[in-house]
């Protein structure tokens, strides 16, 4: 029987990527989910900058008697649009994780490891929406909005882990380079989290609180720039420190290519900051150091994943599903 599609080979192709998956495509679809929450991460910064947070002044309704858009007298069309759509990204970011969960899930041979690490996805974004309800609840209070930043990158976090974890076995971890080298490399991802941290503070202390109505730290702008500041050094000074130690050492090339991109992508985020700052923090740079920001904690991620590898089981590799279809 045929599928009732043009291309049916394709669509047979895309269903079983996650309901016979291969390692290939379960680290295909892991990928696909860092990439989504990335993407709603950066969204949710267009939200804000364009001032559109009360774009949907209810949730989960959109207005008070209606789930969609629909004319409203005191918000513009335009920010219940951007609202309203960030919203709707929600349903992709939800589909994603719940292929990734089915992909592990259905993994054979099972891996308790990957299917730990999937449920996260769909509980964690199903957690994210309904603090985006609080969010909306709070009229935009910037710790409940920094929050659901910062839940994001714990979800960013989690599709890493389920994508390095997909390509490794179920051993215990090995390390690849000196043990004060990977070390480092923890060091550097506590780092970025705390600039994080931080930068959502400097948010909420700044413009584009995402509407009028919404409250703002009461602290020092310029002091807790500096601040943020003084932690992107701290940060810099890490990822640099290991990027030379893995090459004064015999490190594998994936860690040390994983050091170097990182470092790359902490440079040009300073040039971001430092620009966005003297201009006044313009809202197309605000969304740049959004994206920059992510882009630095996935290297982070990367790099601390580099640090390390993992063997199969001995039970896993001594019945492997070929070898196992041999002795069949």
């Not at 295909?28 to 991460?41: D, E, F, P, R, Y």
């Amino acid at each position: 029987m045929k599928l009732p599609t043009d291309n049916p080979h394709l669509l047979a192709r895309f269903v079983r990527s996650f309901w016979a998956p291969t390692t290939r495509s379960m680290r295909v679809w892991a990928l696909a989910s860092v990439v989504v929450n990335a993407g709603i991460t950066l969204t949710g910064a267009g939200v804000r900058v364009t001032a559109s947070g009360l774009g949907c002044p209810t949730w989960p309704r959109c207005t008070p008697d209606s789930f969609i858009p629909v004319a409203h007298p005191e918000v513009s069309p335009l920010n219940m649009a951007v609202e309203f759509g960030n919203r709707l990204l929600t349903f992709l970011v939800l589909a994603v994780g719940v292929a990734c969960w089915v992909a592990a899930v259905r993994m054979r041979p099972r891996r308790v490891s990957l299917i730990r690490l999937a449920w996260l996805q769909p509980i964690g974004i199903i957690a994210q929406a309904l603090w985006g309800g609080l969010v909306v609840n709070t009229m935009l209070n910037p710790f409940t909005v920094g929050t659901h930043y910062l839940i994001s990158s714990g979800l960013i976090a989690a599709c890493w882990m389920l994508y390095a974890r997909a390509g490794e076995g179920d051993g215990p971890a090995r390390p690849v380079v000196h043990r004060n080298i990977r070390v480092l490399g923890h060091l550097l991802v506590a780092a970025v989290f705390a600039l994080l941290v931080i930068g959502v503070v400097v948010s909420g202390t700044g413009p584009h609180s995402g509407d009028e109505m919404a409250s703002r730290f009461d602290l020092d702008i310029e002091t807790v720039a500096r601040l943020h500041a003084d932690v992107a050094y701290v940060v810099a000074g890490l990822t640099f420190a290991l990027l030379f130690a893995l090459h004064v050492t015999d490190a594998p090339r994936l860690a040390k290519r994983a050091a170097m991109a990182a470092f790359g992508v902490v440079l040009l985020q300073g040039v971001i900051g430092y620009t966005q700052w003297f201009l006044a923090v313009p809202a197309v740079l605000v969304l740049l150091h959004v994206l920059g920001s992510t882009l630095v904690w996935i290297t982070a991620l990367r790099v601390a994943t580099s640090l390390r590898s993992r063997d199969p089981e001995p039970s896993a590799a001594a019945h492997s599903p070929t070898e196992a279809a041999a002795v069949a």
